[in-house]
């Protein structure tokens, strides 16, 4: 993701090409079984080589921790992602500037960048039950770094500090305790969302966003029923 890289030069250009580009965020269910799916990956990319393991592995937690509460899902699936994947820039992953991984895809490599760790934890989540206008993925900028970023975010209420979780660190901290990290927009299936001193305000939807409808598009190709909302 170029934008893990170089902060936007303005933020009326951030929400302008923001409005300008998406598809509505969705949950995700498995079209039959892993064993369908993994048929279809390996035609789709061909061998799965070390990546196999790690997708029978999400197979496994998607299967296995729907019966847990909220507070441990999110650390299951934020360790999960965090120790299954090494943090790689797009150009040197995939020779492209910006390119947005499904969690298979991460998987597979066993590598993405930022919002490819917040993209596979925000449809792990889904998958397991938790509702869309708890999550969103959320653009930041480190401070520490001085760059820009992106974690997923968690609201145990509409009103509640946002917990988040981060590619960055292991903990799962409120937002209030990461001062190192400045948002600058979110978006989930509701919407896009800008921060104010009075809360987040919604200022659009996300109807536009191309490469959210590119990773939307391959993981039905990967045999998944993802969710949309209209």
Avoid at 27 to 48: C, E, K, N, T
Avoid at 148 to 163: D, F, G, I, K
């Amino acid at each position: 993701m170029a934008a893990c890289f170089a902060i936007p030069r303005t933020l009326r250009w951030l929400c302008g090409a923001l409005l300008l580009a998406g598809v509505m965020l969705g949950g995700l269910q498995a079209d039959g079984d892993f064993s369908l799916i993994s048929r279809r990956v390996q035609a789709l990319y061909g061998p799965l080589g070390e990546g196999r393991q790690r997708i029978d592995a999400w197979q496994q937690l998607l299967a296995t921790q729907k019966q847990i509460n909220e507070p441990e899902q999110l650390n299951v699936v934020n360790q999960f992602f965090n120790k299954q994947l090494r943090y790689q820039e797009d150009i040197d992953l995939w020779h492209q500037v910006d390119y947005w991984e499904t969690p298979i895809e991460a998987l597979w490599k066993g590598a993405g960048d930022c919002e490819d760790f917040a993209i596979a934890k925000y449809f792990s989540l889904r998958h397991l039950g938790v509702s869309s206008d708890k999550l969103r993925i959320t653009y930041v900028k480190s401070v520490s770094l001085n760059r820009a970023h992106m974690v997923l975010t968690y609201y145990s209420s509409p009103e509640a500090v946002p917990l988040v979780l981060d590619s960055l660190i292991e903990a799962i901290k409120p937002a209030s305790q990461r001062t190192d990290l400045l948002p600058v927009y979110a978006f989930n299936a509701e919407g896009v969302w800008l921060p104010g001193a009075k809360g987040n305000k919604q200022v659009g939807d996300t109807k536009r966003l191309s490469r959210w409808q590119d990773v939307l598009k391959k993981m039905q190709a990967e045999g998944f029923l993802v969710e949309t909302t209209h």
